[in-house]
């Protein structure tokens, strides 16, 4: 089988195509023929090395895949069945997605849910997985599309882009935050109202004027603190990346005077039941041009050229890599 693997050599990552023995692939009691895998931020990191992600090596990255059981002991999963993986750990501590065939747990698995086919999976990935689940905290908090504008940050990256076709296609009027002109065209497409330039996010005082009635922050940082410091009393912010940073330098004013909520969210561990609900409402509620508009596609070779692209901020949307 074909993979890509990660080893360090003095201190540094090194990423290559090679070809390996099946019987080298960890433990497991589902073994799937991987089809599609996608490149997240953390897979950027770990395949540049710019990020701590992975521990050991050799390893084979790739936190999500898409593709078909070949043999399973778990009786939940049978051969030819078509299943999907994010998260667990996958491709951090667990061989992953980013090679011809990966052994997990079936525990990890989503059976490919109605109305979404294994590309299409994989063009949502982790990312697009982490907006929906970004909308349902929103929605936990009561944050409703005639609650007013919901604002993304990071908009033109996987999560920002999925969050942005998502909350237009729920009717919620969104606004965008984006650090490049360039992608102005393609995020008035996903359906934002309109576009906020990154350096606006800057400096921010404890409170601001009151804008946003949610917000979904992939970036952190100053740009979270000022995000925190504009919504509106009672609204929600639901946190999940740190593309700026993971530092929060923020006061309590927002929480105590607002009553403004900042909800995390994490997809690694998200638990079955929700994991089901969560990829159940992105077969229904992505629109099909979200597909076309929100994808490259490159071949497994290209992996470790995309995922410095990544890093450097040169991507938008979601990079959807062909396995077979
Ligand atoms: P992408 O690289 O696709 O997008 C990140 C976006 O953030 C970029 O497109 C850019 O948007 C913006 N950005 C990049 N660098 C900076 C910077 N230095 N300062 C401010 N903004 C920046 O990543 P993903 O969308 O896949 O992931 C976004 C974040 O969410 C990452 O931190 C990732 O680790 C995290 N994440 C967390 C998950 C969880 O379970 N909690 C799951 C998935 C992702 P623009 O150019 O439009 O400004």
Redesign the pocket.
Known sequence: MQALILEQQEGNTLAALKNIDENQLPEGNVTVDVEWSSL???D??AITGKGKIIRQFPMVPGIDFSGTVRSSSDERFRPGQQVLLT?WGVGENHWGGLADVARVQGDWLVPLPQGLNGRNAMIIG??G???M?CVMALEDAGITPQSGEILV??????????AVALLHELGYPVV?????ES?HDY?RQLGAGRILP?DEFNETRPLEKQLWAGAID????K?LAKVLAQTQYGGCVAA??????FALPTTVMPFILRNVRLQ?????M?PTSRRLAAWERLARSLPQNFYQQAATEIPLAKAPEFAAA??G?R?????LVKIK
């Open positions: 997240n931020y953390k950027a990191l998260g982790t990312a997985f982490t907006a689940l940050t990071g908009a033109s990256g996987g999560v920002g882009s999925t965008a935050v984006s650090g490049r992608t995020l990154r992939t970036v952190g940082d740009v999940c990346g740190l593309a700026g940073g995390g969210v994490d997809s690694v998200t990544i890093i901020n991507i938008q949307g979601r990079t």
